[in-house]
């Protein structure tokens, strides 16, 4: 097959790009994340009192856990409800609603993330407060977060099923099997590692969500010991408090930006090597 | 490898600060406080009309960098919504309005008024119920500031506060975000820009606004001086600052603003001398 040499040169500066780009923010966070280390070691990270930046306490553990809970929290719910949501889509629904449907899951993910968090703002935390006060809490983090990455969820486990090889089920049909033992014998086992990758991808998403979060979630420093509780993410940290930080404190909010960029790495190497496997 | 970094990182933001600082003479930049900005806006807009050749370019970004572009130049002018610091004093400020902050509650609260110790207490988690200051027997949802912000640090200041041993259950960032909370849950209290807070009132929020000290919050005693939590909105510049700058100045502080500082619901610099 003959390639276009102009073309492969400029695929392939394109990538190196990307990646020269991604290495450099990675540069630029470590740069601005040393002076604070420096300073009051990597460990004032943990050890410290709590997050007083204007009194020279920097510990961001609660703010890893109020991440943690919520991105997890959140896939937790979207996931299983997003692979039911797609076999029902793609085996169940008739061929106009399915369609349709489909539609629906594209324009849904297409909603910029403020408008879920300004619903979740004046809809659901004045509701959760009247059983449960303050009403800003984990909880309603992780159902706007759920609402959020459900459509991503059932797109992608969508996507998954679709690559389901024809001939297994035209030979499951031979065998008379019924829809469902078709679904749970041979389509699910099929796409279990694209679903898991897909669903990890969507973990990264909703660690990086801000705004959102940052309007229903409460913003309080602490680790939260149940789910009406208020928590803060690192994500809404930096966004709360980045415009207002000086000295150490904007080295500090940077060491939350270099956690989160360290763990999204993780999660995509984390949903890359269970895809691999799939075709090794 | 340090250095490295450094060096390429810092490269980087030369390279994009050259290419975006190319102004004019006849370009004007402001940056700081989101206090002060929608009314900074606003006079530069009637200024630009009354000079068809100035450009002025407002940003917002908090008090803190307001001074910060100031003194490195990033900009011209920078907008603070608070006195300067000891430390700051190598700046220049401007007062080009007043500003009050206040208490509020849902309308529904029946809570009326709270004396200065209530709310410390309140803040500080002493009380942690309403029925103890007369209202329902529910939770008080304490709504608190995100640190740096001037609401913040003038809300500390007058109550004698540090931010470690406030004890809130909700974190805010801006006046809107505080404003929509404290709409949203009757057993909520927060504290905002009296502005903000009167202008959202009037237009029907369910909010209320508490005295201070025994004071009302309006308009009217912050323009008379007696409201004790007010703030400054100040444009301040460096030693040397350009003739635009200066110019622009003389103009925010004229009379020729009045009505646009009165629409934000401040209170203009000379309304009290």
Redesign the interface.
Known sequence: MRTSKTLSSTLNAGAWITVGILFLIGCFMVAKSLPLFEAMGVSSLWNDSGWHPSEGDFNVLPMLAGSLVIAFGAVLVAGPLGVMLAIFGRYYAPKWLASVYRGLMELLSGVPSVVYGFWGLIVLVPWISTFAPPGASVLAGIIVLAIMVLPLVVLTVDTAFEQTPQKWLVAADALALQRWSKIWRIVLPHSLPSIFSGVTLQTGRALGETMAVLMVCGNIVQVPSSLFEPTRTLTANIALEMSYATDFHVNALFVSGLILFLMTVLIVMVGASVKRKQYA | M?R???V??SL?IAISLAGCSQSSSEKLVLTGSSTVAPLVAEIAKRFEALNPDVRIDVQ??????GV?DARKGLADVGMVSRGLKVSEADLRTNTIAWDGITLILHKDNPVQSLSKNHIVDVYTGKIKNWKDLGGVD??I?VVNK????STLELFLKHFGL???EVN??????DNQ?GL??VE??P??IGYVSIGAAAYEAENGASIKLLPVDGVQATLKNVELGVFPIARPLNLVTTENSTPLAKRFIEYAQSQDVGDLVQEQFFIAANANK
């Open positions: 340090k490295i970094c450094t390429i990182a980087m917002t970004g908090g008090s803190s960098r910060n529910s939770p949802v995100a640190e740096g912000r540090k931010n470690s809130a259950d909700i974190i805010i960032g975000q929509k909370t949203g849950n057993l909520a």
